[in-house]
Structure formats: C-alpha cells, structure tokens
Nanobody
C-alpha cells in the first residue's frame, strides 16, 4: 500500500522554527515528485514547496521563499520541510503529497497529486 505520513508539526512562537517530515512507504520516495501543501481554516489548500525526482529541482511559493527549505533523504525515503522565521500566517495543516507522472510545470497544483498524507498541524503564536 502506498502511504505518506507527515510528522513534526506543533506550536511555536513567531520567529521560531520547525522541521516537518514526510515518510513514504510502499514506494521509493526519490522516484516521484513530492510536494508540501498547507490549508488554513476557511482557505483553499495552497502549494508551499515541491521537489523533483529527476534533478532535485525545487519550487517555493513566494510567501515562503528564503524561509522554508525542502530536502530529501532517499536512504530514509523521507522528504523534509525546514521552516524558519515562522509567522502567524504560516499557521495551517501541512500536507505532503506524491505525484506519479505530471510535468514539473503542473506540480504547483494540488490537483496534480495522486497520494496524500493525513496532515500535521503547525500553529505559530504571535
């Protein structure tokens, strides 16, 4: 069974840091693109970052550039999202997702992804 499990969420003060993990089972994480998305109450799910399986290219939403960093540890089948300088507006449920076969140009779209984790809550207090 193909499965993604997120961990590492929690409550942190403004300016703090967290590292989210997305661990894959049932497949090898470096074969497919992995994306991180987030959804705040009353808002649509939005892309945060994604990483390509082929050349490890990365994408970041403008709102998180230079604050969030995506990386992968293929030996552990885990993709990480390091978050620094957190702001209250980063508060959301964070999801990781796997894309089987869409082109890089489509990977900022939640609809492109085929497998989703259950999410992990990140709360940034002011």
């Amino acid at each position: 069974e193909v499965q993604l499990v997120e961990s590492g969420g929690g409550v942190v003060q403004t300016g703090g840091s967290l590292r989210l993990s997305c661990t894959a089972s049932g497949f090898t994480a470096d074969e497919y693109a992995i994306g991180w998305f987030r959804q705040a109450p009353g808002k649509e799910r939005e892309v945060v970052s994604c990483i390509s399986p082929s050349d490890r290219s990365t994408y970041y939403a403008d709102s998180v550039k230079d604050r969030f960093f995506i990386s992968s540890d293929n030996g552990k089948d885990t993709v990480y999202l390091q978050m620094i300088s957190l702001k209250p507006e980063d508060t959301a449920v964070y999801y990781c997702a796997l894309d089987l076969n869409d082109p890089w140009s489509q990977l900022h779209l939640a609809s492109s992804y085929d497998v989703w984790g259950e999410g992990t809550q990140v709360t940034v207090s002011s």
